[in-house]
């Protein structure tokens, strides 16, 4: 697993299966992003804080931003709805892996705060920008240490690419390669409680004030 995974991680779907990679990058030779499904479960609503993807790069200097979007509604040859979206600073981090030749780096966006309900997919796309001296390829996966639903196997993702000539096609496009069919992103942060389970705390918290208040007395 990814050594660098946060403990908050709400979905991962799965490490780099060594099979191929997407071009997902601004101004790594290409503009490109791929977008990756994901649901949100446990709870009324996630409270996400974060967003990662792991890309296999040909050097991760000068990286320190990315664009990234959620959105629903997505299908083939439709962009669906926009969300959330921003541009926003990135850390870069080494995950062990490699392919190819190149080195694969987890670009986090961190500090969001964006409340997602349940019964609805989601698609996450996370764009790492580049100076135009590298290259950059989301990892594919089959869903190996994954976290949350789908689990990298469900083969429901997408390629939007004014460079290449695609408009939110599906990955699952044989002219893509083996294994472009799943990619490895992530969504972190916390499960909103049920209303129930929040009243319960409260009257927790509450009863617990009360016995301070007694013992003080």
Known sequence: MLDTLPAT?????????NINGLANGQNTGFTAAVYDDFHVTGGPAWLVNG???????????G???????????VSEGNPGV??????????????????FGLIEYTVQVSGLSLLLPTGT???LSVQPIGNNSQISYNSSTVGLNCVGTPCGNNDNAFFN????????????????GPGNIDFSDGVIGT???EPATVALLTCG???????VRRRRA
Not at 55 to 60: E, K, P
Not at 82 to 99: D, E, I, Y
Not at 205 to 211: K, N, S, T
């Open 121 to 123: 997919t989601y698609w």
């Open 63 to 73: 990286i320190t931003m990315a664009n990234w979007e959620i959105r629903t509604g």
């Open 51 to 61: 967003v990662f993807t792991n890309n296999l790069l040909s050097s991760a200097a």
């Open 205 to 211: 918290l509450g009863a617990l004030l009360i016995a």
């Open 9 to 17: 991680t709400l979905w991962y779907n799965g490490d780099f299966d």
């Open 161 to 176: 690419s004014a460079s290449f000539g695609f408009n939110f096609h599906t990955t699952t496009d044989p002219q893509f």
């Open 191 to 193: 499960v909103v409680p």
């Open 82 to 99: 926009l969300l959330f979206s921003g541009t926003n600073g990135a850390t870069v981090t080494a995950t062990g892996r490699s392919g």
